[in-house]
T-cell receptor, first 112, second 115 residues
Framework: QKEVEQDPGPLSVPEGAIVSLNCTYS??????FMWYRQYSRKGPELLMY????GNKEDGRFTAQVDKSSKYISLFIRDSQPSDSATYLCAMSGDTGRRALTFGSGTRLQVQP | KAGVTQTPRYLIKTRGQQVTLSCSPISGHRSVSWYQQTPGQGLQFLFEYFSETQRNKGNFPGRFSGRQFSNSRSEMNVSTLELGDSALYLC??????????????FGPGTRLTVL
């Protein structure tokens, strides 16, 4: 079983919908949680970063971390066709903080 | 500020050859990490360099190696290439000031094809 599980999708939604993306993990040492967006044939782009538990909001994006359930989420409000990409969750612990463990990524398609 | 740059962007090699990939981090960033991305295994951590020293290493064979220079630029080398080494190799840099807000920013990657 992988340390980080993420539904690969694809997830198809109409423009304007609220999108919910999720990851579960098994390593209780993880403290740093990130969401990256990756367009086809490009490098991952950092969207959200959270330390430990809690919520964080940035524009149309909200990240949630529930360490007690080992579950993280990314919500995208008012989704746009330009949001169509693969979304990757990533996490690490205090030891080896730069050694990110990634989920497999969820492909999102926002239909105009 | 310029982002992370990687050269070359595309590379084709044959089995048994070796290859060197280069990464220039964001100005002022001191930590450089390397990742391999394949359709089957996803994104996997290779190693991290800080102050010219390897600080962390992932679970890859010794054919994969790297180094970092005094200006924080980094190179990774893969010797005796195998077909399974075909992948997108991504470099990420971090300021590593010790703050909890430090995180990693990725370059566009080098796409390596092994024939």
């Amino acid at each position: 079983q992988k340390e980080v599980e993420q539904d690969p999708g694809p997830l198809s939604v109409p423009e304007g919908a609220i999108v919910s993306l999720n990851c579960t993990y098994s390593n209780s040492a993880f403290q740093y949680f990130m969401w990256y967006r990756q367009y086809s044939r490009k490098g991952p782009e950092l969207l959200m970063y959270t330390y430990s538990s809690g919520n964080k909001e940035d524009g149309r994006f909200t990240a949630q971390v529930d360490k007690s359930s080992k579950y993280i989420s990314l919500f995208i409000r008012d989704s746009q066709p330009s949001d169509s990409a693969t979304y990757l969750c990533a996490m690490s612990g205090d030891t080896g903080r730069r050694a990110l463990t990634f989920g497999s990524g969820t492909r999102l398609q926002v239909q105009p | 500020k310029a982002g992370v740059t990687q050269t070359p962007r595309y590379l084709i090699k044959t089995r048994g050859q070796q290859v060197t990939l280069s990464c220039s981090p964001i100005s002022g960033h001191r930590s450089v990490s390397w990742y391999q991305q394949t359709p089957g295994q996803g994104l996997q951590f290779l190693f991290e360099y800080f102050s010219e020293t390897q600080r962390n290493k992932g679970n890859f064979p010794g054919r994969f190696s790297g180094r970092q220079f005094s200006n924080s630029r980094s190179e990774m080398n893969v010797s005796t290439l195998e077909l399974g080494d075909s992948a997108l190799y991504l470099c990420a840099s971090s300021p590593d000031r010790g703050a909890r807000t430090d995180t990693q920013y990725f370059g566009p990657g080098t796409r390596l094809t092994v024939l």
